[in-house]
């Protein structure tokens, strides 16, 4: 005796029932499954994406005693950031590249730039006299070979009445490396992998 004999339903209320149950199961599925459908499939690469993400992680962490050697030998060096004690002597650098170089100038002015969390900037503003440009190449040339990092963050140029040498303005900028607060035993810590 099946479930439809035993609430005693005639074969079209029978049919009725079942058509009912269909619509409900369908409305039931579009409501609460179909939303749902493809969500397995965009978690897994998800998941695969932040595994990808943390074997990069991983990767940078296991060359953390690389980089700690790559910056002791950098600070050794001394070389690309000015300290304190360089940058009093900015200007008389400059000055000297540009008497050396052949280049000479109406006005020369300091001025402090941006800082962030680790650099400090100083920006040397320079007017140029007319100049022939074998000189300002000179110049430049002699500020990129300097043991000091120094970069020309802007160079407006215009030939003078003759067309033969240039004038304008240049704008160098040097980056002096903050103090840091935190202690030597500190930043070995820092440095040391977990493993």
């Given at each position: 005796?099946?479930?439809?004999?035993?609430?005693?339903?005639?074969?079209?209320?029978?049919?009725?029932?079942?058509?009912?149950?269909?619509?409900?199961f369908v409305v039931l599925n579009l409501w609460f499954v179909w939303p749902h459908y493809g969500e397995?499939?965009?978690?897994?690469?998800?998941?695969?994406?932040q595994e990808r993400t943390l074997d990069t992680f991983r990767?940078?962490?296991?060359?953390?005693n690389d980089y700690a050697t790559q910056l002791q030998a950098l600070e050794i060096d001394g070389v690309g950031v000015l300290d304190r004690d360089k940058d009093l002597n900015l200007m008389n650098t400059v000055q000297a590249q540009m008497t050396s170089s052949g280049v000479s100038h109406t006005s020369l002015t300091t001025a402090s730039g941006g800082t962030n969390q680790f650099f400090e900037q100083r920006t040397l503003?320079?007017?140029?006299?007319?100049?022939?440009?074998?000189?300002?190449?000179?110049?430049?040339?002699?500020?990129?070979?300097n043991q000091v990092v120094l970069r020309v963050k802007e160079l407006d140029l215009k030939p003078d009445g003759t067309k033969t040498k240039l004038s304008g303005s240049i704008r160098i900028v040097a980056s002096y490396q903050r103090p840091t607060s935190v202690p030597p035993s500190a930043a070995t810590v820092a440095a040391t992998p977990r493993p």
């Open positions: 005796m099946g479930a439809f004999d035993q609430i005693q339903l005639r074969p079209q209320e029978r049919r009725l029932l079942v058509l009912g149950a269909a619509i409900l397995l499939g965009r978690v897994q690469a998800a998941i695969r994406r990767a940078e962490l296991a060359r953390t503003s320079i007017t140029l006299n007319p100049t022939p440009p074998e000189a300002l190449v000179r110049f430049l040339v002699s500020l990129a070979t």
